[in-house]
């Protein structure tokens, strides 16, 4: 069975610049988040779904970040006007439980590097 | 305002003998806690988890204890095998207004090197 898949595995854009990132999560997992890793730390948590709905953003750092999930399954994180300070690695997670403890299926990351 | 805390960037420890990684949190609204495992390029694997209302946590190798007054806890490896190194880190969550424990806050990980 596929795991959690992210598309593209690294991107390098330019700052001031428009991206997307694409998290395709394990077939029937309803629950999917959205995390970023800077370097040296550990994950921090931005947008979690359920189903099609954004159940918590409370971790997008500003407006300029906006997740969709617009069929309850694929989800894309988009980023504008990007600034040095986004290179991360973004990791997309899913999970089945609808409710109470339910272990997140984390995919590889997309690398982003803003020059 | 690190909630969790890894206070030990990495470990070394000999094969075959014990690794002990160890994990602090702040927030006592926290109620149950995981260890994932990261291989270089690859997503975080979860590897055991623990609900508060326990104290230890056993699967095969691995036996993650939790001390709820010391906001503490720590996961064991025994016997250590060269596979095992790997980024681990400790993470928490919270009962949400859902119901749901889905937002996990980690820590900074430790790299476990175990040499053969």
């Known amino acids: 069975g596929a795991g959690v898949s992210q598309t593209p595995s690294n991107k390098v854009t330019e700052k001031g610049k428009y991206v997307e990132l694409r998290c395709d999560p394990i077939s029937g997992h309803t629950a999917l988040y959205w995390y970023r890793q800077s370097l040296g730390q550990g994950p921090e948590f931005l947008i979690y779904?359920?189903?099609?709905?954004?159940?918590?953003d409370s971790g997008l750092p500003n407006d300029r970040f906006f997740a969709v999930r617009p069929e309850g399954s694929v989800s894309t994180l988009k980023i504008q006007r990007t600034e040095r300070g986004d290179s991360a690695v973004y990791l997309c997670a899913s999970s089945l439980v609808l409710a109470g403890i339910g272990e997140q299926f984390f995919g590889p990351g997309t690398r982003l590097t803003v020059l | 305002d690190q909630q969790v805390k890894q206070n030990s960037p990495s470990l070394s420890v000999q094969e075959g003998r014990i690794s002990i990684l160890n994990c602090d949190y702040t927030n006592s609204m926290f109620d149950y806690f995981l260890w994932y495992k990261k291989y270089p390029a690859e997503g975080p694997t979860f590897l055991i988890s623990i609900s508060s209302i326990k104290d230890k946590n056993e699967d095969g190798r691995f036996t993650v204890f939790l001390n709820k007054s010391a906001k503490h806890l720590s996961l064991h490896i025994v016997p250590s095998q060269p596979g095992d190194s790997a980024v681990y880190f400790c993470a928490a969550s919270a009962l949400g207004s859902g119901g749901s424990n889905y937002k996990l806050t980690f820590g900074k990980g430790t790299l476990l090197t175990v040499n053969p």
């Open positions: 779904f359920q189903g099609t709905g954004a159940a918590d």
